[in-house]
């Protein structure tokens, strides 16, 4: 691909890499800012692996979002006729933070007035990507309507 084709094709798909990545990046910045007390997740993380390994992988999932979400990002500026596996592999992250959400919230409860960045830097990423996949699922390529 040339240069010139590869400039128009960027230009054409710009609105999906800057809410694709920017969602992914700020799921996983997240990971590394406080949330309800000035622990991090990461931190969560270590805490939980050392008193019950079960639970410790929850504080994971943000990462884990990102990294799929980001791949998934990847996959429509490549090629934006696999925008359907990119919404699969995106609604995969986002299912991912829902479980992360719903489970961490039910034990953070006593805490949820004490937000910290991390938790809004979690929810703006969040709507990003979903903002993202609507955006993708009502594109129509070129010649299809």
Do not use: H
């Amino acid at each position: 691909m040339d240069k010139v084709k590869f400039q128009i094709k960027l230009k054409k798909n710009l609105d999906f890499i800057i809410f694709g990545f920017t969602g992914s990046i700020l799921l996983i910045l997240s990971e590394f800012f406080s949330w309800f007390s000035n622990y991090t997740l990461l931190d969560r993380y270590v805490i939980a692996t050392s008193v019950a390994i079960e639970d410790s992988f929850l504080y994971l999932f943000p990462f884990l979002s990102g990294i799929i979400c980001f791949a998934a990002s990847i996959i429509v500026v490549y090629d934006f006729k696999l925008r359907i596996k990119s919404v699969i592999l995106s609604s995969v992250g986002i299912g991912f933070l829902l479980i992360f959400f719903i489970d961490f919230l039910s034990q953070e409860s006593d805490y949820i007035l004490s937000l910290g960045v991390g938790f809004y830097l979690f929810l703006t990423g969040f709507l990003l990507i979903v903002i993202n996949v609507i955006n993708i699922l009502l594109t129509k390529e070129k010649g299809s309507g």
